[in-house]
Nanobody, 124 residues
Framework: QVQLVESGGGLVQAGGSLRLSCAAS????????MGWFRQAPGKEREFVAA????????YYADSVKGRFTISRDNAKNTVYLQMNSLKPEDTAVYYC?????????????????WGQGTQVTVSS
């Protein structure tokens, strides 16, 4: 098992930026893919972005492509989500997740460990 702790959420105006961080401990961080998901009030959790174990591959939801960037620092056991040009519809609780495998996937079932979430609120 791996323990995940997100940080960096907050309140920002539309058009602004935030960077989320997720610190991992436990399992060897560099062996598995990492992902970000989000859940808005009254909606199901949805995939945002994922990165492979060595950061060779990334994958984004269409709704965030070109605005969000996922990255990882295996030396620091940390994955990041840089969010630019934020929109009110990006408002959600954002969750970091550790993959079961090393390759990039978007299916939540392929992620075995989850953080507690961090709130991102974008005002119009």
């Amino acid at each position: 098992q791996v323990q995940l702790v997100e940080s960096g959420g907050g309140l920002v105006q539309a058009g602004g930026s935030l960077r989320l961080s997720c610190a991992a401990s436990g399992r060897t961080f560099s062996n598995y893919a990492m992902g970000w998901f989000r859940q808005a009030p009254g909606k199901e959790r949805e995939f945002v972005a994922a990165i492979s174990w060595r950061a060779y591959s990334t994958y984004y939801a269409d709704s965030v492509k070109g605005r969000f960037t996922i990255s990882r620092d295996n030396a620091k056991n940390t994955v990041y989500l840089q969010m630019n040009s934020l929109k009110p519809e990006d408002t959600a609780v954002y969750y970091c997740a550790a993959g079961i495998y090393g390759s990039v996937v978007s299916d939540a079932a392929a992620f075995g460990s989850w953080g507690q979430g961090t709130q991102v609120t974008v005002s119009s």
